[in-house]
């Protein structure tokens, strides 16, 4: 008797998406202009809004843990490249968010509008964490990095993130609309 085959790790599961080189290359256009024009016409803003941070948890909570990670390196270094922040700071907190929600994503998968929320308030919360820590450790303190900050930003990141993951969710998983196919009958009733 044949023993079934290990479902493998990179076997499609219903979390798991593919991304074209042309998507992610026009997600990371998106996220540069944004960072560009954000810290140019509301510096203050762009303190509390972390549109890579977003993207990087989308692209992770649909791919694998090395690709989430990938993911993160790539948007945290343009992060620190057009923001002139220290070169890797963003790219090593949003690595370390990528993976983790890769390796997280089939047990703690957000699914509505408060688990996404959520999700995107701890990620938002651990990613201020984390840099706040890089920057302690080199001897150079985060300016601000106080509670409310860190909810602030926590929650604008997480209100807007909702926003994004559904306006993309539409693109990427269009509704299905069954009303037309003939293999389904109306009731008479």
Known sequence: MKRPRPVAETSWTPL???FSRTEILILILL????????????PEFRRYLDLPLVLVLYLSMHS??????FWGTCFGLLS????????GLNGLSKTLIGCLVGLLRLRA????????????????????VLIAAILDLLGQPLSDSSLLFIVTRSCLTSVVG????????????PPRDFSRNSM???DPY
């Open 16 to 18: 798991q998406a593919r």
């Open 31 to 42: 996220a540069g202009s944004f960072e560009i024009l954000l810290s140019r016409a509301l």
């Open 64 to 69: 694998t843990a090395a690709k989430g990670a």
């Open 80 to 87: 620190d490249l057009l923001l002139g922040t220290l070169l």
């Open 109 to 128: 998968a957000a699914e509505g509008v408060l688990g996404r929320m959520l999700l995107l308030g701890a990620a938002a919360s651990l990613d201020t």
């Open 162 to 173: 909702v926003f994004i993951f559904r306006g993309y969710d539409r693109i990427k998983f």
């Open 184 to 186: 389904v009958e109306e």
